[in-house]
């Protein structure tokens, strides 16, 4: 059984950092991309970064570029979102999708975490 669980979320003031983990299980981890996907209050689902771990290929939204760093721990099955000089517009719920190949298409995810509240607030 696939499972995707996601942590380190909260409450953060602007400028602040934190590091979202997401654990997962019951695939072969580096055989898929990962990604992490965000939904703000009241707005549709964003992506904001991707990882293929077999080619250490990472993609990020402009939104969040050069702020936040993915990364993958094969050894313990999970993935990263570092995420530094965070700005109120970075708060919402952040999930952890895995897609159904290596590479990263739109709308091919089949496994989702449960999402983690990030909240960037003064």
């Known amino acids: 059984e696939v499972q995707l669980v996601e942590s380190g979320g909260g409450l953060v003031q602007p400028g602040g950092s934190l590091r979202l983990s997401c654990a997962a299980s019951?695939?072969?981890?580096?055989?898929?991309?990962m990604s992490w996907v965000r939904q703000a209050p009241g707005k549709g689902l964003e992506r904001v970064s991707s990882?293929?771990?077999?080619?250490?290929?990472?993609w990020y939204a402009d939104s969040v570029k050069g702020r936040f760093t993915i990364s993958t721990d094969s050894a313990k099955n999970t993935v990263y979102l570092q995420m530094n000089s965070l700005k109120s517009e970075d708060t919402g719920v952040y999930y952890c999708?895995?897609?159904?190949?290596?590479?990263?298409?739109?709308?091919?995810?089949?496994?989702w975490g449960q999402g983690t509240q990030v909240t960037v607030s003064a």
């Open positions: 999708a895995k897609s159904r190949s290596r590479t990263w298409e739109p709308g091919d995810y089949d496994y």
């Open positions: 019951g695939f072969t981890f580096d055989d898929y991309a």
């Open positions: 990882i293929y771990s077999d080619i250490s290929y990472t």
